[in-house]
């Protein structure tokens, strides 16, 4: 089988993990698994981008205009996903919050504060630092999230 086979295999599984743990928190919350709230999860899942509520519901309405997707759902959505850890965000002050799966392998952020662009990283080095800081310091890291913010190689 051929790397592109076993990646979308893997993907499929992945996603259907997801989806099973997404309905088990529905239940748990006494709420609905609809077709509007599976969209909007499988959207997060095939996002390489940090999506605003705004843009996420925008991105609904172009892919799933039949669905008639309210913002608020996607509102709520995203607030009990997020409670769940099973997306995460970040903040932007007055502009609000930008999400991503939760379930991505961990990475950190630079961010612009001139355009709102993310750029994700990944540095073993970094990494490393910040468990032996930890260690150091007598400390038990449980999770961290690193975010640079200046201004972008397009906004200089």
């Keep these: 089988m ?8 893997e993907r499929t599984i992945e996603y ?6 997404f309905k ?6 006494n709420l609905k698994f609809t077709i509007q709230r599976e969209v909007i999860l499988e959207s997060l899942y095939n996002s390489d981008e940090h999506l605003t509520p ?5 991105l ?4 799933f205009s039949e669905l008639k997707i309210g ?4 509102y709520r959505t995203l607030s009990l996903l997020e409670d769940s850890n099973m997306v995460t965000s970040l903040s932007f002050g007055a502009q609000g919050k930008k999400y991503e799966l939760g379930a991505k392998d961990h990475h950190d952020h630079l961010i612009c504060t001139e ?6 990283f990944v540095d073993e080095e970094i990494e490393s630092r910040q468990h032996s800081i930890a260690d150091e310091l007598g400390f038990i890291m449980k ?6 913010y200046g201004i972008c190689k397009d906004c200089k």
């Design 16 to 21: 259907e993990q997801l989806l099973g743990d």
């Design 24 to 29: 088990v928190l529905l239940k748990k919350n």
């Design 143 to 148: 999770d961290h999230s690193m975010q640079i």
């Design 115 to 120: 355009c709102g662009s993310i750029t994700e």
């Design 54 to 58: 705004e843009s996420l519901h925008h």
């Design 60 to 63: 609904l309405q172009d892919k």
């Design 2 to 9: 051929s790397n592109i086979s076993t990646n979308f295999t």
């Design 71 to 74: 913002i608020a759902t996607v």
